[in-house]
């Protein structure tokens, strides 16, 4: 997998998913919102904690209900896939049975073993089920629902394109995830993006600070008006 300095990742993760996007507009301006963060039917089941996760891409593709007419992979090869890394990993998953989002596609057991592997995060377009034990497992997890069972439940394939919630996701790209969801990371992006955090959150605590005087009052807002 091509990765970029852990220092760069650890930056990423001193800022919220929000000053990420926007620190990715400063780098190379707007993007399709698809290409660039989650929609609003994602939802933050287990957090992170103070910081987000922050990782690297692993994708799959799951059939929870369903026999699919063809299986392409193994899914300890994607299991394999997690360990064999060596860098944070997000577990990204797509549900693609019809009809999707249905059953569930990852559950407890699932989640200490990835946990266990090294993945530090898990983005489901899909449902989860099992979350308390997900929740002790420590695997923090985004997804789109929430059930209690599946079907036979196959995985299709992995390290493929994928959407979740909206956003296209390839296999290494960078993922910063918190309560707002997920903002992607390119790669050939991530070290710009990374410093350019800095900047996004110096202009913000600026306005903040402006804002946020005593009786503030009309005068005022007339210069913040004149700054441009």
């Given amino acids: 997998m091509n990765s970029v300095d852990q220092s760069i990742l650890d930056t990423l993760a001193e800022y919220d998913s929000a000053t990420v996007q926007n620190a990715g507009i400063l780098v190379r301006g707007y993007v399709h919102e698809d290409d660039d963060y989650t929609d609003p039917s994602i939802r933050e089941y287990i957090s992170p904690g103070e910081k987000p996760a922050v990782g690297y891409a692993l ?3 799951w059939a929870p209900l369903n026999e699919p007419a063809e299986i392409n992979t193994n899914r300890l090869d994607y299991f394999d896939s997690i360990a064999d890394a060596n860098v944070p990993v997000i577990v990204v998953q797509q549900d693609v049975d019809k009809p999707a989002r249905r059953g569930a596609i990852i559950g407890d057991g699932m989640a200490y073993q990835m946990r266990a592997l090294g993945a ?7 449902n989860a089920r099992d979350v308390p034990g997900i929740r002790q497992a420590g695997l923090p997890l985004w997804a789109t629902g929430r ?3 599946h079907g036979p439940f196959n995985m299709i394939d992995h390290g493929i394109p994928v959407t979740v919630a909206s956003l296209k996701i390839n296999p290494g790209d960078i993922l910063v995830c918190d309560g707002d969801g ?5 790669l050939d992006e991530a070290a710009d993006v990374a410093r350019m955090c800095a900047e996004v959150r110096a202009r913000e605590g600026a306005l903040h600070k402006f804002f946020s005087v005593p009786d503030f009052h009309l005068d005022q807002w007339e210069e913040w008006k004149s700054q441009g």
């Fill in 59 to 61: 994708t799959s593709t």
């Fill in 120 to 126: 530090v995060g898990a983005l489901v377009d899909g």
């Fill in 182 to 186: 997920a903002t992607r990371v390119a």
């Fill in 147 to 149: 059930v209690p069972g």
